[in-house]
């Protein structure tokens, strides 16, 4: 409150300070003010006083000069006008006597004297002024050589007749001097008395007016600082975990990434030198298997980044719960069987019952749950039950609960098993895989529903994961929502927007087996030509086109349309950020598809257009044959060998040119092509020259360029040993 109402008066902390200042400085100056003025006054006083002791001394010696003369004239006359001594003694005492008596009246700066006499001095003056002219006219003729001895002899007479009344004259001028000087003493002590209460004065003003906010404002100050400090400290303890949490997850994800990927590479050795088709398929299965794997954990990051990002949307439509809960457990069952364990689900809730929701986002909850049940578990059972807790009305609660008999959790642990990248489950020795993230984005996802995910656990008993959520009733399933037309087997025509050879051929691949009619086009340009002449349901766009980039093209697809009917939009792209990117992709694309991708995925993406209606198919090509995949591998390695050499002397003089730009192109369609094959070293060296050219760098780029290049072309010669090698 103090802090609102002074900001309000002065205008805010600046203003306050300011003020502080000028109060301070004033206070300061009127200090100096009054020790100088005080000073001065002293000194002029000091001044005053040795003037008024000069002329007290010289009052008081006309005294006795007065005294002398006419000790002087008594000589004279009983001398004899012959008397020389005595008549140069009456002159000298008359000159010095007649001096000082002008110079007390009218000033005599030889003498130090001011002439500046009070009325009443003045008045005393006048009262003694015959007598002084008596006196001195008396003295003259007593010095004139002529003068006789009978006017000699009157003239001392004289002398000594106003002598006694001059005296008594000069006594009461020097009391008054003096009664004059002690009058100036005293009232330069009420001054300096005067000044002295005023300094103090201001001093305490400058205390209460300004020391003391001062201290308030230091002491608001401090505390401020040391909130702030606790604030920083705080969020440097934030901080720290945080670093702590992506040092662990780094340390994680190595280790999830290195454990399938040395799988990959393995077995796909294993399977360029097998020559029995039956054990190369098997190879090229675990390969497949270990591609999937990582391939769900670069999901899993995705989807929390997607999630942490605010992106996650749901999709309500109408389910039933108890067949979600009947395919999670038949997916899981075989995980479950791999490890000897026993599988319950429990269903308590209405085979009929059907909510509105999505439930693609419940089943991956459900399936992250039971995935982590398994993990935790060596033996024993797992329970998964589906019950219905209440109805009223139009809304259903239901309650999912998965439940092992696995190690358990401490309870100080509880609330940090939802945190991303955190495994606090066994202990270090646990041999047990994962980076952190399912229960991380089973929580987020349930907050996004509205539910409520609870745990409970007890080391060595295991653990119960509840969900608890409400739902509004569907109305019951008709017979064309419970058998649903197979849009992903009706034929469509697809436009693959892409200037990769290679990715063009598994686009072709893939969608030609499955008997959908396939219009391949290397550039924007071309798509838009190609969308102008016919229509199609579905294109997949490439994010990085030369010329007219991804956007602009399903900009120009979108306008350019036959018979304004636009077609679905699925941006392809290699940079898993490009789906998180709000604005731009979301605005113009329906989908995003992220490479690697595989045939399920594209099979996905064409599902999503049912009810568009189907086109006639072209020429059917029939389902894929069990050579197909060699079929596929050999016809990729074909395409890229093909235009490799080309490719690889334009990225090179792109580089050695500092042609950036071109080169960032080159990089990325290679790396690309290359992943199609596999070879993630490779690949992240490609991806780091295509960061550098993109960045500007040229030092970098160069640096990039002379380790990759050489690679490249050792995987070029090595893919050209093994086409010869592959049966025709």
């Given at each position: 409150m103090i802090r609102r109402r002074s900001s309000g008066r002065t205008g805010g902390p600046h203003s306050q300070g300011r003020l502080m200042t000028i109060l301070y400085v004033s206070a300061l100056s009127s200090v100096a003010l009054l020790t100088c003025g005080g000073q001065w006054l002293v000194q002029r006083q000091l001044v005053r006083g040795e003037s008024d002791s000069r002329v007290i001394n010289i009052a008081g010696r006309q005294r006795m000069l007065s005294q002398k003369l006419a000790k002087a004239s008594l000589q004279i006359e009983s001398s004899g006008a012959g008397h020389s001594a005595g008549r140069d003694e009456l002159?000298?005492?008359?000159?010095?006597?007649?001096?000082?008596?002008?110079?007390?009246?009218?000033?005599?700066?030889?003498?130090?004297?001011?002439?500046?006499?009070?009325?009443?001095?003045?008045?005393l003056f006048a009262a003694i002024e015959p007598d002084y002219r008596a006196m001195r006219s008396s003295a003259l003729t007593l010095l004139d050589p002529a003068t006789s001895p009978p006017m000699a002899a009157r003239a001392a007479a004289s002398i000594q007749e106003h002598e006694d009344q001059f005296l008594a004259g000069m006594d009461d001028i020097v009391s008054q001097y003096v009664r004059e000087a002690?009058?100036?003493?005293?009232?330069?002590?009420?001054?300096?008395?005067?000044?002295?209460?005023?300094?103090?004065?201001?001093?305490?003003?400058?205390?209460?007016?300004?020391?003391?906010?001062?201290?308030?404002?230091?002491?608001?100050?401090?505390?401020?600082?040391?909130?702030?400090?606790?604030?920083?400290?705080?969020?440097?303890?934030?901080?720290?975990?945080?670093?702590?949490?992506?040092?662990?997850?780094?340390?994680?994800?190595?280790?999830?990434?290195?454990?399938?990927?040395?799988?990959?590479?393995?077995?796909?050795?294993?399977?360029?030198?097998?020559?029995?088709?039956?054990?190369?398929?098997?190879?090229?299965?675990?390969?497949?298997?270990?591609?999937?794997?990582?391939?769900?954990?670069?999901?899993?990051?995705?989807?929390?980044?997607?999630?942490?990002?605010?992106?996650?949307?749901?999709?309500?439509?109408?389910?039933?719960?108890?067949?979600?809960?009947?395919?999670?457990?038949?997916?899981?069952?075989?995980?479950?069987?791999?490890?000897?364990?026993?599988?319950?689900?429990?269903?308590?809730?209405?085979?009929?019952?059907?909510?509105?929701?999505?439930?693609?986002?419940?089943?991956?909850?459900?399936?992250?749950?039971?995935?982590?049940?398994?993990?935790?578990?060596?033996?024993?059972?797992?329970?998964?039950?589906?019950?219905?807790?209440?109805?009223?009305?139009?809304?259903?609660?239901?309650?999912?609960?998965?439940?092992?008999?696995?190690?358990?959790?401490?309870?100080?642990?509880?609330?940090?098993?939802?945190?991303?990248?955190?495994?606090?489950?066994?202990?270090?020795?646990?041999?047990?895989?994962?980076?952190?993230?399912?229960?991380?984005?089973?929580?987020?996802?349930a907050n996004a529903m509205g539910a409520d995910l609870s745990l409970t656990s007890s080391p060595g008993v295991g653990t119960t994961v509840t969900l608890t959520t409400d739902f509004c009733l569907a109305g019951p399933a008709s017979p064309q929502a419970d058998h649903p037309p197979a849009t992903e087997t009706t034929p469509r025509r697809v436009l693959v927007v892409e200037d990769t050879e290679v990715i063009q051929a598994v686009f072709h691949e893939f969608l030609s087996g499955a008997g959908h009619a396939v219009a391949v086009a290397d550039s924007g340009e071309q798509a838009a030509e190609l969308t102008a002449e016919q229509s199609f349901e579905i294109a997949f766009v490439d994010l990085q086109l030369p010329g007219m980039d991804g956007v602009a093209t399903a900009n120009a697809l979108r306008q350019g349309a036959v018979g304004g009917r636009a077609p679905r939009l699925v941006c392809v792209t290699a940079d898993a950020r490009a789906s998180l990117e709000d604005s731009q992709l979301e605005a113009v694309f329906d989908s995003v598809l992220i490479k690697p991708f595989s045939r399920a995925q594209i099979e996905q993406e064409i599902a999503a257009t049912a009810g568009l209606g189907g086109f006639p198919p072209a020429a059917d090509s029939g389902e894929p044959g069990a050579d197909g995949e060699a079929d596929l591998q050999q016809e990729l390695t074909e395409v890229y060998l093909k235009v490799a050499v080309q490719q690889e002397r334009d990225l090179s003089a792109a580089v050695a040119e500092q042609r950036l730009p071109d080169a960032h192109v080159l990089a990325h369609r290679i790396a690309g092509q290359v992943a199609c094959f596999g070879e993630p070293e490779l690949v992240a060296g490609l991806r780091s020259l295509e960061d550098a050219c993109k960045a500007g760098q040229y030092d970098r780029a160069a640096a990039d360029a002379k380790q990759w290049l050489p690679e490249l072309k050792r995987f070029r010669s090595k893919l050209s040993s093994e086409l010869v090698d592959l049966p025709s």
């Amino acid at each position: 409150m103090i802090r609102r109402r002074s900001s309000g008066r002065t205008g805010g902390p600046h203003s306050q300070g300011r003020l502080m200042t000028i109060l301070y400085v004033s206070a300061l100056s009127s200090v100096a003010l009054l020790t100088c003025g005080g000073q001065w006054l002293v000194q002029r006083q000091l001044v005053r006083g040795e003037s008024d002791s000069r002329v007290i001394n010289i009052a008081g010696r006309q005294r006795m000069l007065s005294q002398k003369l006419a000790k002087a004239s008594l000589q004279i006359e009983s001398s004899g006008a012959g008397h020389s001594a005595g008549r140069d003694e009456l002159r000298q005492t008359l000159d010095l006597w007649s001096r000082s008596h002008r110079g007390l009246q009218s000033g005599d700066a030889e003498e130090g004297l001011p002439g500046h006499n009070s009325q009443a001095v003045q008045r005393l003056f006048a009262a003694i002024e015959p007598d002084y002219r008596a006196m001195r006219s008396s003295a003259l003729t007593l010095l004139d050589p002529a003068t006789s001895p009978p006017m000699a002899a009157r003239a001392a007479a004289s002398i000594q007749e106003h002598e006694d009344q001059f005296l008594a004259g000069m006594d009461d001028i020097v009391s008054q001097y003096v009664r004059e000087a002690e009058g100036k003493v005293a009232r330069l002590r009420l001054l300096e008395r005067a000044i002295l209460a005023l300094t103090l004065l201001v001093l305490l003003a400058e205390g209460l007016l300004i020391f003391r906010p001062a201290v308030r404002q230091i002491d608001r100050t401090l505390a401020r600082l040391n909130r702030t400090g606790r604030r920083l400290r705080a969020a440097k303890l934030r901080a720290e975990e945080a670093d702590a949490a992506k040092s662990r997850f780094l340390a994680n994800v190595s280790h999830e990434l290195r454990t399938p990927m040395t799988a990959v590479l393995g077995m796909t050795e294993v399977a360029r030198g097998e020559t029995d088709p039956d054990r190369r398929d098997n190879s090229l299965a675990t390969v497949s298997q270990a591609g999937e794997l990582l391939l769900g954990l670069l999901n899993d990051l995705i989807d929390f980044a997607r999630i942490d990002s605010g992106k996650l949307e749901l999709v309500i439509r109408p389910f039933s719960p108890h067949e979600v809960l009947g395919r999670v457990c038949e997916m899981m069952r075989p995980a479950c069987e791999a490890k000897n364990l026993s599988l319950a689900p429990m269903a308590g809730v209405d085979k009929e019952l059907r909510v509105l929701g999505d439930a693609r986002r419940l089943e991956q909850v459900l399936l992250n749950l039971l995935a982590n049940a398994i993990k935790w578990t060596s033996e024993g059972v797992i329970y998964a039950r589906c019950e219905t807790l209440r109805s009223s009305g139009s809304l259903v609660t239901l309650r999912y609960t998965i439940q092992d008999t696995g190690v358990g959790i401490s309870e100080e642990h509880h609330g940090r098993v939802f945190e991303p990248f955190t495994q606090v489950a066994g202990d270090k020795t646990t041999a047990i895989s994962g980076v952190g993230l399912g229960l991380a984005i089973c929580k987020r996802i349930a907050n996004a529903m509205g539910a409520d995910l609870s745990l409970t656990s007890s080391p060595g008993v295991g653990t119960t994961v509840t969900l608890t959520t409400d739902f509004c009733l569907a109305g019951p399933a008709s017979p064309q929502a419970d058998h649903p037309p197979a849009t992903e087997t009706t034929p469509r025509r697809v436009l693959v927007v892409e200037d990769t050879e290679v990715i063009q051929a598994v686009f072709h691949e893939f969608l030609s087996g499955a008997g959908h009619a396939v219009a391949v086009a290397d550039s924007g340009e071309q798509a838009a030509e190609l969308t102008a002449e016919q229509s199609f349901e579905i294109a997949f766009v490439d994010l990085q086109l030369p010329g007219m980039d991804g956007v602009a093209t399903a900009n120009a697809l979108r306008q350019g349309a036959v018979g304004g009917r636009a077609p679905r939009l699925v941006c392809v792209t290699a940079d898993a950020r490009a789906s998180l990117e709000d604005s731009q992709l979301e605005a113009v694309f329906d989908s995003v598809l992220i490479k690697p991708f595989s045939r399920a995925q594209i099979e996905q993406e064409i599902a999503a257009t049912a009810g568009l209606g189907g086109f006639p198919p072209a020429a059917d090509s029939g389902e894929p044959g069990a050579d197909g995949e060699a079929d596929l591998q050999q016809e990729l390695t074909e395409v890229y060998l093909k235009v490799a050499v080309q490719q690889e002397r334009d990225l090179s003089a792109a580089v050695a040119e500092q042609r950036l730009p071109d080169a960032h192109v080159l990089a990325h369609r290679i790396a690309g092509q290359v992943a199609c094959f596999g070879e993630p070293e490779l690949v992240a060296g490609l991806r780091s020259l295509e960061d550098a050219c993109k960045a500007g760098q040229y030092d970098r780029a160069a640096a990039d360029a002379k380790q990759w290049l050489p690679e490249l072309k050792r995987f070029r010669s090595k893919l050209s040993s093994e086409l010869v090698d592959l049966p025709s």
